[in-house]
């Protein structure tokens, strides 16, 4: 029936908004969601309908982030591109996993990442500093770091490939990091690199027939999520890059911490 996937549609504006907020694919958001929302369901089987929503929404924040002139385009097509076999890899392992398994990773995963990003919030930028003069400066394309960072997403790409998540939430705090990339630049960047890395998850999905049974759910959460992201690009130009590290952090962990819940009690 059509109203039981109606209440996707706004699930997917507030996931876009905000995942595009701070840099990600909300496909951390999502899946949890999904997971607790449809208990009897394959692991495959959310997986391919959190990466494929993952897509549309980092596709629709690229293309406002990009009229903003704030995606860095060669670190992007570098990290991207070292990072598209990796997501393959991920895709095509995720039915070998276990859902107890895969639930109980995903929720190691986010609750590390949270506390790493509360331990080290304070990136000493603000997200609406002059945007272009960051955007030319080269300390963040030395060849040093272009190697270090694809060797990263490549393995950010399989893993979150692999849980059916676009990686944002890790590149985001790993282009700030540990490559020194200003904030504004890095959620932007991060949105490019997720929307190419997704697709190729998606369209392995896609290849291999696990994208059997989530159609009609993608489409309600995708036209949730292209608007939503449009809001969150804009919403993202106002706001003190530090809020956005630990608003990212909150959401991690209140996620991580309803899979173990549910893991553990179910």
């Known amino acids: ?47 391919s309908i959190s990466l494929a929503v993952v897509f549309f929404n980092a596709l629709s924040g690229s293309v406002a982030y990009a009229r903003a002139k704030r995606i860095d385009y060669r670190s992007g097509l570098v990290f991207s591109s070292i990072s598209i076999p990796g997501a393959v890899l991920g895709a095509l392992t995720t039915s070998l996993i276990p859902r107890e398994f895969f639930d109980l990773v995903f929720g190691v995963l986010m609750v590390l990442s949270s506390a790493f990003l509360l331990y080290r919030p304070n990136t000493g930028r603000r997200i609406h500093s002059d945007s272009q003069r960051a955007a030319r400066s080269t300390a963040y394309h030395s060849r040093s770091t272009l190697i270090a960072g694809a060797c990263i997403c490549f393995l950010i790409a399989y893993i979150t490939s692999l849980l059916g998540i676009g990686g944002g939430f890790i590149e985001v705090p790993t282009l700030v990091y540990l490559l020194k990339f200003p904030v504004h630049i890095a959620t932007a960047t991060s949105q490019f690199i997720v929307a190419v890395v997704s697709f190729s998850g998606s369209a392995t999905h896609i290849a291999t027939g696990l994208f059997q049974h989530g159609l009609r759910r993608t489409v309600a959460l995708a036209i949730g999520v292209i608007l939503g992201a449009q809001l969150g690009a804009r919403l993202s130009s106002q706001l003190n890059s530090d809020w956005i590290i630990r608003s990212l952090a909150a959401a991690l962990g209140f996620v991580g911490l309803q899979l173990f819940w549910h893991v553990l009690f179910s």
């Open 1 to 47: 029936m059509l109203e039981n996937y109606l209440w996707l549609v706004p699930l997917g504006f507030g996931i876009g908004a905000y995942a595009t907020l701070i840099g990600a694919g909300g496909g951390f958001i999502l899946a949890p969601i999904l997971l607790l929302s449809y208990p009897a369901e394959k692991s495959e089987t959310i997986a």
